[in-house]
């Protein structure tokens, strides 16, 4: 057994934080319709604040705190991604459209050679 047992027990506080988060969307949501008379500056707000109130009161539960904590392991992880120079996304864009073409042509001569043996050879409708 690990040392580090995962939490995933949530309040009833939590799931009372996370209800009000998904209020505070749906109502943004249904500000940004209930709006469509206004302008769209407005609407946008009604939106972008139902958003952010969503955000403040699930970043207080325990769900949020573990999303936040997940969310920094994740960039702390592309930190540590080589990514490919220039040169080596070229080269290898080439190789796929490569490999893509030759593919095309493969089974382009696949459908003309099946077609050839079914309508010539085997129905006998001569075009």
């Known amino acids: 057994m690990s ?49 952010v109130v969503a955000v403040a009161i699930a970043w207080t539960s325990e769900a949020g705190r573990q999303f936040l904590e997940f969310a920094r392991e994740s960039v702390r992880e592309t930190k540590k991604v080589v990514w490919p120079t220039r040169k080596e996304a070229m080269q290898i864009t080439a190789v796929v459209f490569g490999f893509v073409l030759l593919m095309a042509i493969f089974l382009w001569g696949t459908d003309k050679i099946l077609e050839f043996v079914l309508y010539d050879l085997i129905l006998g409708w001569k075009k």
């Not at 995933?8 to 988060?21: E, G, I, P, Q």
């Not at 249904?30 to 469509?36: A, K, N, P, R």
Request: aromatic share 4%; charged share 15%.
């Open 3 to 51: 040392n580090h047992p995962v939490e995933t027990v949530s309040t009833s506080s939590d799931k009372v934080k996370v209800a009000l988060a998904i209020c505070a969307v749906i109502a943004g949501v249904v500000g940004f319709y209930i709006l469509s008379d206004k302008p769209t500056l407005v609407r946008a707000s009604a939106l972008v604040v139902g958003l």
